[in-house]
């Protein structure tokens, strides 16, 4: 008797064992019994089944990370590349998610990637590279759609790279550079006709005052002789020049008389004045300068003629006298 009873502890016990199940807290449990859906889903906690009769299924409920293999694909304007996404998702309805679908991550997956490339034949390029937002947008709606009926819920879809081929990266990278050199001339333009505004206001004004002119330069020579290390070439006005060359030729009133003149007499004809003389010009002196200045040319020997000797004539006692008398 005392055997039978153990017997049957011991049978008891086993059969615990086998019906007892835990749910976690993240979990729910779906219970089918002889093949058939069981309409209460277990809550976490501890739970009984049917052993040998009942099955339990347990289903996650925490949000799924899915990443999405790189797809290849044509945009709209005929450029080729490759998108990789990521796909978070859970399960809201853990019933449909066992009845309705086999597996139903599997089935999210290849929903992401049939949807990822709708979307890549439907957009253009530009739209791949800035416009994300709304391409995230278009392809959460995609997946979800489907997978409503699974009892899954897509939280959000992130498009993660864009791949580019490497001639399209070169093109693009001189798009942006010629871009870049517009932006920088249409600035240097616009600077220049500012400028140029400014200064045909400062000519209005300089030109009612001359020396204003002259200030200005005073100070632009300034400004350059403060650079130790450059040659300053200093513009002569032409003006001066030729104030400079009036002045030479015009003669001061109190100046004297030449000593080639003569005075008139009184009551005699006119006398003629001499041609006074007028001081060079600097240009005539560049031209024609005074032989004081032209370099003699140096000196050439000359060879004297030959010279005979003339003939010893004797002279008599009476010397020069003696031929004297002789010539007469």
Known sequence: MLLLIMAVL?????GFMASARIVRQFERGVVLRLGRLQPRVRDPGFTMIVPGIDRLHKVNMQIVTLPVPAQEGITRDNVTVRVDAVVYFKVVDAADAVIKVEDYRFAVSQMAQTSLRSIIGKSDLDDLLSN?????????????SPAVGWGVHV?????????????????????????????????????????????????????????????????TVVAVAAEKNSTLVLPFPVELLRFLER?????????????????????????????????????????HPP?????????TWHPEPHRHPEPHRHQGPGGAGGAAGGAE
Do not use: C, F, Y
């Not at 994300?132 to 979800?144: A, F, P, S, V, W």
């Not at 032989?291 to 000196?299: G, I, L, T």
């Open 291 to 299: 032989e004081s200045q032209v370099p003699e040319a140096p000196d």
């Open 132 to 144: 994300r937002e709304k391409l995230n947008q278009g392809l959460e709606l995609m997946i979800d």
């Open 10 to 14: 011991i049978l008891g016990m086993v």
């Open 155 to 219: 939280d959000r879809v992130e498009i993660k790279d864009v791949s580019l081929p490497e001639t399209m990266k070169r093109s693009m990278s001189r798009q942006a550079e010629a871009e870049r050199e517009r932006r920088a001339r249409v600035i240097n333009a616009d600077a220049e006709l500012r400028a140029s505004h400014k200064l045909a206001e400062a000519a209005r004004t300089m030109s009612a005052s001359p020396s204003a002119l002259q200030l200005r330069l005073l100070q």
């Open 247 to 287: 002045a030479q030729g015009t003669a001061p009133a109190g100046a004297a008389t030449p000593a080639g003149e003569r005075a008139a007499a009184p009551g005699g004809p006119p006398a003629v004045e001499a041609a006074r003389p007028t001081a060079p010009s600097p240009w005539t002196l560049a031209a």
